[in-house]
């Protein structure tokens, strides 16, 4: 196969994804607000959370995992706080139902903060963060997911790869957002060295006699990922279980009563109910700026992202040739017309 990836427009890429999940029995809009979020990461440099997750998503509608026409609703409301059920249907729309409540939640009490139950994979968290960070607001996204990680100090997969995310408005620009998986590695990530046949780094993965590895497969033949930063990064994800896991009532990952969906937690801060909005983002211009000039290789949070948007809105979205088969593969099986784009160099 031509390792070459292949180059396709926003639009395009976001109607190919479209149309696969609607041939799969996604209705329309369901499927527009996963397609959408989908490209939204491939957009931004994060293949592992783009059109490469379609297949996955099909084939979870096939085992019953996801139910396609679900639709999520706010099923409790206390004060600033809310619960959203995702109704074990597609993560994005009830992410995307959730960030909505946190915001008026926010305006109505300061903050909001709302936990989404029966949720199925949301994507990239950085995106909902991204979106409260747009309002004015202070964002903080975290989640738990199906049991891949060791904890430090083990080889059993016993946490999720747990995400977690932060935005901060600016006056100008890119919020200022990270979004990082607890595990060294997202999964998706590792996939894609897999799908591309190249070594994992060192301190990602261990095989499933416990011991350290650099091939991919070994975590795919029942190996386990290892949290980043040791004992911090296996801090935090402990931390994010009993959040994110077990205040949705999904469950921590490595115990029985999990249910195998992605317990998710939204907080929103309103900055005005704490200090002046205009000073409080003239603060965080000053200290970007200052951030800059501290060296010649730094940047702030978010802005990798954003320039990378910017040139692939522009020059296109590459889809690796792995990624590229697997969809044609879906497209044939489906009957989905598949997008007329030159050969790779062509």
């Given at each position: ?6 180059v396709?427009?926003a639009?395009q ?7 696969l ?6 209705p329309t809009?369901l ?5 959408e979020?989908?490209?939204e990461?491939d ?9 490469r997750?379609?297949k996955?998503y099909?084939?979870?509608i096939?085992t019953?995992v ?8 706010v099923?409790?409301r206390?004060?600033a706080?809310?619960?959203v059920s ?10 995307r139902l959730a960030?909505e ?6 305006a109505?009490h300061g903050v ?10 949301i ?6 963060a991204?979106?409260?960070?747009g309002?004015g ?8 997911a199906?049991p891949t990680?060791?904890?430090?100090g ?7 790869t747990?995400?977690?995310a932060?935005?901060?408005p600016r006056a100008?620009?890119?919020?200022v ?6 595990a ?5 990530k590792l ?5 591309a046949g190249?070594?994992?780094p060192?301190?990602v ?9 650099t091939?991919p497969a ?10 980043f930063?040791g004992?911090?990064?296996?801090g935090?994800?402990?931390?994010i279980?009993?959040v994110?896991?077990?205040?949705t009532?999904t469950?921590a990952?490595?115990s ?5 969906t ?6 929103a801060l309103d900055?005005?109910?704490?200090v002046?909005?205009?000073g ?25 992202e954003?320039a990378t ?7 296109g979205?590459?889809v ?12 044939d099986?489906?009957?989905v017309?598949?997008?007329d784009t ?5």
């Amino acid at each position: 196969m031509n390792a070459t990836p292949r180059v396709l427009a926003a639009d395009q890429l976001r109607d190919l994804a479209h149309r696969l999940l609607t041939a799969a029995g996604v209705p329309t809009d369901l499927a527009a607000v996963v397609a959408e979020s989908l490209v939204e990461a491939d957009l931004a440099g994060h293949g592992s959370h783009g059109v490469r997750r379609v297949k996955w998503y099909l084939d979870r509608i096939g085992t019953g995992v996801i139910v396609p026409g679900a639709r999520p609703e706010v099923i409790s409301r206390r004060g600033a706080s809310a619960v959203v059920s995702g109704r074990r249907g597609f993560g994005q729309p009830a992410a995307r139902l959730a960030t909505e409540e946190a915001a008026g939640l926010a305006a109505a009490h300061g903050v909001g903060v709302v936990a989404i139950r029966e949720c199925g994979h949301i994507g990239r968290l950085g995106e909902y963060a991204q979106t409260l960070a747009g309002r004015g607001l202070i964002a903080q996204v975290v989640g738990n997911a199906d049991p891949t990680v060791a904890p430090y100090g083990g080889y059993r997969r016993m946490l999720g790869t747990n995400p977690m995310a932060w935005a901060v408005p600016r006056a100008h620009g890119a919020a200022v957002v990270m979004d990082w998986a607890t595990a060294a590695m997202a999964e998706g990530k590792l996939g894609l060295l897999l799908a591309a046949g190249q070594p994992a780094p060192e301190g990602v993965l261990v095989d499933p006699a416990g011991r350290h590895s650099t091939d991919p497969a070994d975590f795919y033949r029942g190996g386990a990922l290892l949290p980043f930063g040791g004992h911090k990064g296996y801090g935090l994800s402990v931390l994010i279980e009993l959040v994110g896991g077990l205040l949705t009532g999904t469950g921590a990952a490595g115990s029985p009563e999990y249910d195998g969906t992605f317990g998710t937690v939204i907080t929103a801060l309103d900055v005005t109910a704490f200090v002046p909005l205009d000073g409080y983002l003239a603060g965080v211009e000053s200290f970007c700026r200052a951030l800059r000039a501290s060296g010649p290789d730094v940047v702030v949070p978010g802005e990798p992202e954003a320039a990378t948007r910017a040139e692939r809105l522009e020059k296109g979205v590459p889809v690796p040739a792995a990624v590229w088969a697997e969809l044609a593969e879906l497209a044939d099986r489906l009957g989905v017309p598949w997008p007329d784009t030159p050969p790779p160099g062509g």
